[in-house]
């Protein structure tokens, strides 16, 4: 079998400079899998600027493509390996210059896809994450989930093996078994009579998805080579799986109703250990001076706040028989043990934490300003007015309320001593949260009651006073063995989040009197 010719109009360049020049994906056929994406697939990414990474390694950026364009032939690229200023930037350089990294690789989330006769898909709608330099094809467990390769120079365009031949073959007959798998099941599914009252859904669950599942029911040991394939690595080095993405979506749907500060806080992610953050500790001193006197000068000073991330694990036993069993939503029943576990836990450390194997609470930061109540017994209308405006109001136009549901009842009782109307007003949308003195009111469990000596609410623009950074999502292990005696099968998930108080100034919190 004589392999498809790539002729490329566009030379490859990577010179003293960095620039680095190629076709990231070529349009004139089919991939090695049978695969094909369309130029319109490609109309979000022209004119956005992509990280360049090495190996689709996000611990590894080595510059950034600064144009992205759609020609005739393929997709163009252009970018600059940061050699200056990053070291990895001018290995890879060494190693490009060399030849010993020919290739170009594009990461990105499928949006929209076909099956091709013959196997494959025709890809028509993507979102084009990162584009990397690679020396060999990226494995197919890697965390984006589809990775494609195309060769820059046609110096290795006819290097191919019998024994890669053999295994493109293989491939090929993997697919057309799969597709003609799926054609089955949709012609069994077409002769049944309809069910009335079901609503049909025409979006069929993605190949990850559809992965995922099956290695929740039956481990990735029992699974085809075709779904394993479609499977994305955890960065955990104990092993196990990511969940895709619409089951974390799922799981994060659920954290946001047991832990509520996400509701309020700058939500990020990173791919470190640790966020280090630049912050501002002086500013400039000025004084009025006379015509003749010396003037006196003062400087910025600037410090550093490291955010590190921490992990929280927890396991789920699910019994074998009820993951035999079809008629049960597993996903459903996973996600939502994981998603209370993990909220419970993440909400108590947002709003207590005290930085020791967990993120820093907001209550538990220094440097947050306390205003008294005036009453050691009972939350007075006079003390909420003085807690917000004690705040700046820069910051208090973005303002919310935090407290528990007992403060809250209480609170809601509040009357204006000459009107008698309510301090607290509900809302007038729905989905909208209600407001105490203009301000929005978040409901959070983990916040201390009324009592002396307590903190029972916080003011604050949240968004920017605490940031929360999430290093992995949710990762799975599925362990068969551990409880094989019971008939279970034990499923270990992971998140790794840290968060700390950024502006102490934008926050403030109630003491009662002792």
């Known amino acids: ?111 929209k896809a076909a099956p091709r006769r013959g196997g494959g898909r025709t890809i028509t709608d993507l979102d084009l994450i990162e584009i990397s330099l690679v020396a060999i094809p990226a494995h197919p467990g890697a965390q984006i989930s589809q990775i494609k390769e195309l060769p820059m120079t046609a110096a290795t365009e006819n290097t191919k093996t019998v024994e890669d031949l053999a295994l493109e073959l293989k491939a090929a007959n993997d697919n057309i078994a799969l597709v003609t798998k799926r054609l089955e099941t949709a012609e069994t599914a077409l002769a049944r009579p309809a069910i009335i009252g079901k609503a049909t859904n025409d979006n069929e669950p993605s190949l990850e998805r559809k992965a995922f599942e099956g290695f929740i029911r039956h481990g990735a040991e029992r699974m085809p080579a075709e779904e394993v394939k479609s499977l994305v690595v955890s960065d955990d080095t104990r092993g196990g799986y ?5 089951f974390s979506t799922e799981i994060l749907k659920g954290i946001v109703e047991y832990s509520p500060v996400r509701m309020a806080a700058r939500v990020g992610s990173t791919s470190a250990s640790s966020v280090i953050l630049p912050k501002r500790t002086g500013t400039p001193t000025a004084a009025w001076v006379g015509e003749t006197e010396t003037r006196t000068g003062t400087e910025s000073a600037y410090g550093q706040l490291e955010i590190p991330v921490h992990e929280m694990a927890a396991y789920v036993d699910v019994s074998v028989q009820l993951l035999e069993d079809s008629a049960v939503n597993v996903e459903a029943e996973v996600a939502s043990d994981l998603a209370e576990e993990f909220g419970r836990l993440e909400g108590v450390a947002l709003v207590n934490g005290n930085g020791f194997k967990k993120p820093m609470g907001f209550m538990s930061a220094t440097g947050i300003t306390e205003v008294n109540s005036g009453s050691a017994s009972a939350i007075i209308g006079d003390s909420l ?26 609170v809601m009782k509040l009357k204006e001593s000459g009107t008698g109307a309510y301090l607290w007003q509900p809302s007038l949308q729905a989905g909208q949260p209600s407001t105490l003195l203009g301000r929005p009111i978040i409901e ?24 929360i950074y999430d290093r992995v999502a949710m990762s799975m292990l599925r362990d068969p063995y551990t409880q094989a005696t019971t008939g279970k099968v034990r499923f270990h998930a992971r998140r790794r989040v840290g968060a700390d108080v950024v502006m102490a100034e ?9």
């Open 1 to 111: 079998m004589q392999p498809d010719r790539i002729e490329f109009k566009a030379a490859f360049t990577a010179d003293d400079t960095g620039l680095v020049e190629g076709k990231a994906w070529d349009f004139s056929g089919a991939d090695r899998v049978g695969d094909v994406i369309t130029p319109e697939a490609f109309a979000s990414a022209i004119g956005k600027s992509l990280p360049m990474l090495f190996a689709h390694d996000q611990a590894q950026p080595v510059g950034t493509w600064d144009s992205v364009s759609v020609e005739p032939d393929g997709l163009k690229v252009k970018g600059r390996l940061l050699v200056d200023d990053v070291i990895r930037a001018k290995e890879v350089r060494a190693l490009v210059r060399a030849k010993s990294v020919t290739g170009l690789s594009v990461g990105f989330m499928t949006k």
């Open 242 to 246: 990511l969940a895709p993405a619409e």
């Open 385 to 410: 007015i003085s807690i917000m405006y004690d705040l700046p109001a820069v910051y208090r136009n973005n303002g919310v309320w935090l407290m528990n549901g007992t403060t809250l009842a209480a």
């Open 444 to 467: 959070a469990v983990d916040m201390p009651d009324v009592a002396g000596d307590a903190f029972p609410i916080a003011f604050g623009d949240f968004n920017r006073a605490y940031r």
């Open 506 to 514: 934008a926050i403030r919190k109630l003491k009662i009197a002792s």
